[in-house]
């Protein structure tokens, strides 16, 4: 086994550009270093909302063996440097899954111990049920150890071989040598990733990227041209006063997948959401943007009143309310960026065109239309409107033309 380079080891992981890539560059050391690698499989808990924790795995035989029983979300793979890694996320509700805890993982987080197995030294009583498959896969060797981070654990990793030896104390040695620098760069990544996804989750990419980017300080705002979308459910005061608070919160759940995916599959970003309510945002760029941008959003509104009309059939069957809701939708400038105190900020919009916005939607009910437009949004655009008369916004000076489709 030749020697370990750990200064050059380091800056190849700190080169990376992914966790997946970490990864690669480990097993690609360990490999050349003729540990002959056959299964990799890297688990850590994680913060999401959905997520209860992820798991990294790499097979040399990309077989079935990857495969789990268990429910996975937020599925994807990535090549690098001839490894093909799988990144899997699983449920909140499977955490406490039959087939994680009867495994070493909850074993090696809690204890912050290493499992080193010789497969060979067990016919049948085997201590875990994985070893049991490794060894009817061919596999020898098996070891599997915590990634540490102030003498506690999030992380754990495992190898598999099937060298006649297994992996021996000297590969045991090697693995547990890389492994703490591996841990070093993995965990600083691994929580500006997860740090990320939670900006993005709770913000919004797009208002993720500008704060991450260093548009922190207090009155930093910027103007932006933009479709505005606001949308909010029609007698939700009812819906709270008539039905018990989880049915409310379910549903509302509902709602906000529903609108919230059409709207990111519009290229908009959903900015707040406000009890019952969002604003949404399609930024325009140039005047290029607006007639496909307008197009974009005037699909997913067809699709929203498409999904809750066949949504509504559904709640009716079964003895639910109907849930209705209105969208108005308007062209303007708008401010965009840090305000508020100097310990509570907020990243919004602001300016006269976001109010006219929530003022358009509020007449879908008074008017009984689903959506409502303002001129700045039709004028120019290829699709015929019907108007609806000019009214009195509430908070707006002059009369507003409003229109529906």
């Given at each position: 086994?030749?020697?370990?380079?750990?200064?050059?080891?380091?800056?190849?992981?700190?080169?990376?550009?992914?966790?997946?890539?970490?990864?690669?560059?480990?097993?690609?050391?360990?490999?050349?270093?003729?540990l002959?690698?056959?299964?990799?499989?890297?688990?850590?808990?994680?913060?999401?909302?959905?997520?209860?924790?992820?798991?990294?795995?790499?097979?040399?035989?990309?077989?079935?063996?990857?495969?789990?029983?268990?429910?996975?979300?937020?599925?994807?793979?990535?090549?690098?440097?001839g490894?093909?890694?799988?990144?899997?996320?699983?449920?909140?509700?499977?955490?406490?899954?039959?087939?994680?805890?009867?495994?070493?993982?909850?074993?090696?987080?809690?204890?912050?111990?290493?499992?080193?197995?010789?497969?060979?030294?067990?016919?049948?009583?085997?201590p875990?049920?994985?070893?049991?498959?490794?060894?009817?896969?061919?596999?020898?060797?098996?070891?599997?150890?915590?990634?540490?981070?102030?003498?506690?654990?999030?992380?754990?990793?495992?190898?598999?071989?099937?060298?006649?030896?297994?992996?021996?104390?000297?590969?045991?040695?090697?693995?547990?040598?890389?492994?703490?620098?591996?841990?070093?760069?993995?965990?600083?990544?691994?929580?500006?990733?997860?740090?990320?996804?939670?900006?993005?989750?709770?913000?919004?990419?797009?208002?993720?990227?500008?704060?991450?980017?260093?548009?922190?300080?207090?009155?930093?705002?910027?103007?932006?041209?933009?479709?505005?979308?606001?949308?909010?459910?029609?007698?939700?005061?009812?819906?709270?006063?008539?039905?018990p608070?989880?049915?409310?919160?379910?549903?509302?759940?509902?709602?906000?997948?529903?609108?919230?995916?059409l709207?990111?599959?519009?290229?908009?970003?959903?900015?707040?959401?406000?009890?019952?309510?969002?604003?949404?945002?399609?930024?325009?760029?140039?005047?290029?943007?607006?007639?496909?941008?307008?197009?974009?959003?005037?699909?997913?509104?067809?699709?929203?009143?498409?999904?809750?009309?066949?949504g509504?059939?559904?709640?009716?069957?079964?003895?639910?309310?109907?849930?209705?809701?209105?969208?108005?939708?308007?062209?303007?400038?708008?401010?965009?960026?840090?305000?508020?105190?100097?310990?509570?900020?907020?990243?919004?919009?602001?300016?006269?065109?976001?109010n006219?916005?929530?003022?358009?939607?509020a007449?879908?009910?008074?008017?009984?239309?689903?959506?409502?437009?303002?001129?700045?949004?039709?004028?120019?655009?290829?699709?015929?409107?019907?108007?609806?008369?000019?009214?009195?916004?509430?908070?707006?000076?002059?009369?507003?033309?409003?229109?529906?489709?």
């Open positions: 086994m030749s020697s370990f380079d750990a200064v050059q080891f380091a800056r190849d992981l700190q080169g990376a550009e992914s966790l997946a890539e970490l990864i690669a560059i480990w097993l690609r050391e360990l490999n050349a270093k003729g002959e690698i056959q299964r990799f499989n890297l688990g850590m808990r994680t913060l999401h909302p959905q997520i209860a924790s992820q798991i990294f795995l790499w097979n040399a035989k990309d077989e079935a063996a990857t495969n789990l029983n268990v429910n996975t979300i937020d599925n994807s793979e990535s090549h690098y440097h490894f093909k890694i799988i990144n899997r996320g699983f449920p909140l509700s499977d955490l406490n899954s039959k087939e994680l805890q009867s495994s070493p993982i909850p074993k090696i987080l809690r204890e912050l111990v290493t499992f080193h197995f010789y497969l060979p030294d067990f016919s049948t009583d085997y875990f049920p994985i070893l049991k498959d490794l060894a009817e896969r061919k596999m020898t060797g098996y070891l599997a150890l915590p990634i540490l981070e102030q003498n506690r654990s999030q992380v754990f990793v495992s190898f598999a071989n099937s060298k006649p030896n297994g992996i021996d104390p000297n590969e045991r040695a090697l693995i547990e040598e890389t492994a703490m620098l591996f841990g070093l760069i993995w965990n600083s990544a691994a929580k500006v990733e997860m740090f990320t996804r939670l900006m993005q989750l709770y913000l919004g990419p797009i208002t993720a990227g500008n704060l991450l980017a260093g548009q922190v300080e207090r009155g930093d705002v910027r103007e932006l041209e933009a479709v505005l979308w606001f949308s909010d459910i029609r007698d939700y005061t009812g819906l709270t006063l008539n039905h608070p989880e049915d409310v919160i379910a549903w509302l759940n509902e709602y906000y997948d529903l609108q919230i995916n709207i990111h599959r519009a290229g908009g970003e959903v900015l707040k959401l406000m009890g019952d309510g969002l604003l949404a945002v399609f930024p325009l760029r140039s005047q290029i943007d607006f007639t496909p941008v307008k197009e974009k959003v005037m699909t997913a509104v067809r699709l929203s009143h498409k999904l809750m009309e066949r509504n059939r559904t709640r009716v069957a079964n003895g639910l309310p109907r849930i209705e809701h209105g969208i108005g939708l308007h062209v303007g400038k708008v401010q965009y960026g840090n305000i508020g105190a100097r310990d509570r900020l907020d990243f919004t919009v602001i300016g006269s065109d976001v006219l916005t929530s003022r358009i939607a007449m879908c009910a008074q008017l009984q239309e689903k959506a409502v437009f303002s001129s700045a949004f039709t004028d120019g655009f290829p699709e015929k409107f019907t108007s609806l008369n000019k009214h009195k916004l509430k908070g707006v000076p002059q009369e507003t033309e409003l229109f529906k489709r």
